[in-house]
């Protein structure tokens, strides 16, 4: 059985684009999968994917400096013949983790570069010379590889353009979490906003909408600082914010079951801009109509499948009124839920990008020395 090895330090061990899609999809296709991960729950085998931990991160500069080599070792012991990783900051390692002519994977699941630019823990004046000096260390790097892997076409088409081998896999829902969600519960008077919580994804003017709403949003997720709820639950509108915290995959899916309306209303961040939000096609599969920022990638998704209302995500104004428009008319509401979970079906799900991810796969070992297969 050929072995291969998934990397991270920042993704958790049921993660859903590493774990329950990757991993998961390879697994199911005869490889003894391992999944290495720096969250000080332990070893675990779940299915058949065997989790490997390191410990837990502590702080930052451990994930960013100390971890990556803590993986990197443990990784190596297995002798795998494709190592797989997730993160950027295991780019310093990766020459390491070719033992034995393996193969090495960088699996990039933003545009980390435009990321930087609006990291709010970066000075605002320095982070144009982080943003370039990291491009250009990346693209180095990313050159020397097998190959990289992008969540979006933006991505794969960057390091194309510098001469790196590079593919998309999207990060489309799951065919089983498609036909889970229970459209037939009586939805009610609530939106819901699910997913890690910041003023970059523009909840601030999601909660400045509610004050003239009739509404209730659910909010679940992670805040990304302590300041970010402090300042939110301060804003007249929180009074019709129900936060649920940080939930589990089917605690999601009640939500989406029963809310009128998925909001995903991201502010114009250069890292938004040109991705494929996983969210989006998650409320688009639980048949939820979606109110989402007017970027000219997702108006195409959302106005072209009919599916929602594309809006100005920086004004509370525009997004109140979309909300009403939707609550106001069930009949254009539920055509834009079926017209959504219809596009899911068929376009948008990881059946397709499943395939390509096995025959890249099948591909790099066919490419491999014999005794590294082995």
């Known amino acids: 059985m050929t072995r291969i090895a998934h990397i991270s330090t920042a993704h958790h061990r049921n993660e859903l684009?590493?774990?329950?899609?990757?991993?998961?999809?390879?697994?199911?296709?005869?490889?003894?999968?391992?999944?290495?991960?720096?969250?000080?729950?332990?070893?675990?085998?779940?299915?058949?994917?065997?989790?490997?931990?390191?410990?837990?991160?502590?702080?930052?500069?451990?994930?960013?400096?100390?971890?990556?080599w803590r993986l990197m070792f443990a990784a190596r012991k297995i002798n795998a013949c494709i190592y797989h990783f997730h993160d950027p900051e295991i780019l310093p390692v990766a020459f390491f983790l070719k033992k034995n002519s393996a193969a090495v994977i960088y699996d990039s699941h933003e545009d980390v570069p435009r990321a930087i630019l609006s990291r709010t823990w970066i000075p605002k004046w320095i982070r144009g010379f982080v943003s370039f000096t990291f491009e250009s260390f990346e693209n180095f790097i990313a050159r020397k590889l097998t190959i990289v892997v992008g969540a979006t076409p933006l991505i794969t088409n960057r390091f194309r353009k510098v001469g790196c081998n590079s593919i998309t896999i999207n990060n489309f829902p799951l065919s089983s979490e498609i036909y889970q969600n229970n459209l037939n519960k009586k939805r009610v008077k609530r939106i819901c906003f699910l997913g890690g919580i910041s003023l970059a994804r523009g909840v601030r003017e999601i909660i400045e909408a509610l004050d003239t709403l009739d509404v209730i949003l659910t909010l679940a997720g992670p805040f990304d600082r302590p300041?970010?709820?402090?300042?939110?639950s301060k804003l007249p509108g929180w009074r019709r914010v129900d936060y649920k915290g940080n939930i589990s995959r089917e605690a999601v899916m009640e939500i989406m079951s029963e809310s009128m309306i998925g909001m995903i209303c991201y502010l114009p961040e250069p890292n938004h801009i040109n991705a494929y939000p996983n969210k989006l096609f998650e409320y688009m599969s639980a048949g939820l109509p979606v109110i989402a920022s007017d970027f000219p990638l997702w108006r195409e998704i959302v106005e072209g499948n009919r599916c929602g209302i594309c809006v100005n995500p920086t004004s509370p104004q525009e997004i109140a009124r979309a909300v009403n428009q939707l609550i106001s008319d069930n009949e254009a509401a539920a055509n834009m839920g079926e017209n959504g979970k219809r596009a899911v079906l068929t376009t948008y799900n990881w059946n397709s990008e499943e395939k390509k991810l096995l025959n890249l796969y099948a591909e790099i070992i066919s490419n491999l020395p014999t005794i590294t297969r082995n």
Do not use: W
């Open 227 to 232: 300041e970010t709820k402090k300042a939110l």
């Open 17 to 68: 684009r590493v774990h329950l899609k990757e991993c998961n999809s390879l697994s199911a296709s005869a490889y003894e999968v391992f999944f290495f991960v720096a969250d000080g729950l332990g070893n675990q085998r779940i299915a058949n994917v065997q989790v490997m931990d390191v410990g837990a991160v502590k702080g930052r500069l451990d994930r960013m400096l100390i971890c990556p």
